[in-house]
């Protein structure tokens, strides 16, 4: 049961931190730049990104990025993006900045829940037919971004995985305010069952994959097809996801600075997303306060620099006590966003082969049938859940 009163506390004070964060003006003068500390007494993690990936954020930074919050959504999708950066230092190596051989893409319209949706169909080049398909959502905190911005990770997971990927560009808010980017992914998955064939896939080899906003997207949707008495997709790929509404969990307060990712930014997401504060307790935000029995397996990559670190363990944790199979990965020394960025982060690179063989894998298997519906199982407290240096290799 929810306690409706603690409830209210925290939703009042996750309010409080989204008026803080409430878009000051676009040409307002910058603030200086914050201490390297997630909160007064609260020491930063002191975790320092790896050389090739400082290298994305240097990049970035020399292209005059602004504090997202700062801005309104419009002066926001015009900032540079990490695959801007990643493009950058492609240049300052003398590399191609072109996509790397082994996949084709092209446009294609799918159906959305309120009209056609533009979709990225990215193909994985000498693999005969028909071939599995990924449904893939793009980050961006709902707010943000697109599938041409996150084509590096589906184009690696096409790659990985020898699968078509379908990456969606869903509504996004404030103009579509929640929940209209979930019910755009449930429609997508719909549209996706009856023209897998058509696109020359297997519509019982689908699997769900995504980032960040996508990460979450990637677990709701399959929840929804639950709830929906649809197909279950073999295998659920939630990269960093958005898993939860707390703004104080332990890397929210490590990395509440963070580079690519920080608690202004996800409390400024968090402004501009829900149509009432009382929308990010909704269980299509709140992943870890959702019934997440009958899942099929899925697997979490996580990076250590990252605010959402700590809700994708406790996400991880509220699947294994509800009975799915997890794998859980953390990449030390990498940031939020780094996934895409394969073409110069080797921990990326690794990262997609992992995913990739996780998904080759569930894809050999039986489709998942359409489980019985469980009770909701209780909720375990909320651990402390301490610093993990990760891990590579």
């Known amino acids: 049961m929810i306690d409706r009163a603690k409830l209210a506390v925290k939703l009042s004070g996750l309010a409080a931190l989204v008026a803080i964060c409430s878009g000051t003006p676009s040409n307002a003068q910058m603030p200086a730049m914050a201490a390297p500390q997630g909160q007064p007494g609260v020491p930063f993690s002191g975790a320092v990104a790896d050389p090739d990936n400082q290298a994305v954020l240097d990049a970035l930074k020399a292209m005059g990025l602004r504090p997202y919050h700062t801005l309104d959504p419009v002066a926001a999708r015009q900032q540079p993006t990490f695959a801007d950066g990643v493009t950058a230092v492609l240049r300052q190596q003398g590399r191609p900045t072109t996509p790397p051989p082994g996949t084709t893409e092209s446009d294609i319209s799918v159906a959305g829940a309120a009209g056609n949706l533009h979709a990225l169909a990215i193909r994985p080049t000498g693999v005969a037919g028909p071939l599995p398909i990924i449904l893939y959502f793009h980050g961006g905190g709902w707010v943000l971004a697109d599938s041409k911005v996150y084509a590096g990770g589906a184009r690696g997971l096409a790659r990985e995985a ?22 755009d992914a449930l429609a997508s998955y719909r549209w996706l069952l009856q023209n897998a064939a058509r696109l020359g896939g297997d519509p019982s080899r689908i699997a769900f994959a995504g980032e960040s906003a996508g990460g979450n997207l990637s677990v709701a949707t399959a929840i929804a097809a639950r709830d929906a008495g649809l197909p279950l997709p073999r295998h659920i790929l939630s990269v960093y996801p958005i898993a939860g509404n707390d703004l104080n969990t332990p890397s929210y307060q490590d990395t509440a600075n963070g580079p690519t990712l920080n608690r202004a930014l996800m409390a400024w997401f968090f402004r501009y997303v829900p149509r009432t504060p009382a929308d990010l307790a909704d269980p299509r935000i709140n992943l870890v306060g959702a019934n997440l029995a009958g899942l099929p397996p899925v697997t979490i990559v996580a990076a250590q620099i990252d605010p959402l670190r700590s809700e994708g363990m406790l996400l991880a944790d509220r699947l294994r006590s509800a009975g799915v199979q ?68």
């Open 162 to 183: 020898k699968a078509i990927v379908i990456s969606v560009d869903y509504r996004r808010a404030p103009e579509a305010p929640f929940p209209a980017q979930h019910s």
């Open 326 to 393: 997890v794998e859980h990965r953390e990449w030390a020394g990498t940031t939020h966003e780094f996934f895409g960025a394969d073409a110069v982060i080797s921990d990326a690179a690794q990262a997609q082969r992992w995913a990739g063989e996780r998904l080759r894998a569930a894809f050999g298997g039986p489709m998942q049938p359409m489980p019985p519906m469980s009770p909701m199982p209780p909720m375990p407290v909320a651990p402390t859940v301490p610093m993990n240096p990760g891990e590579r290799g």
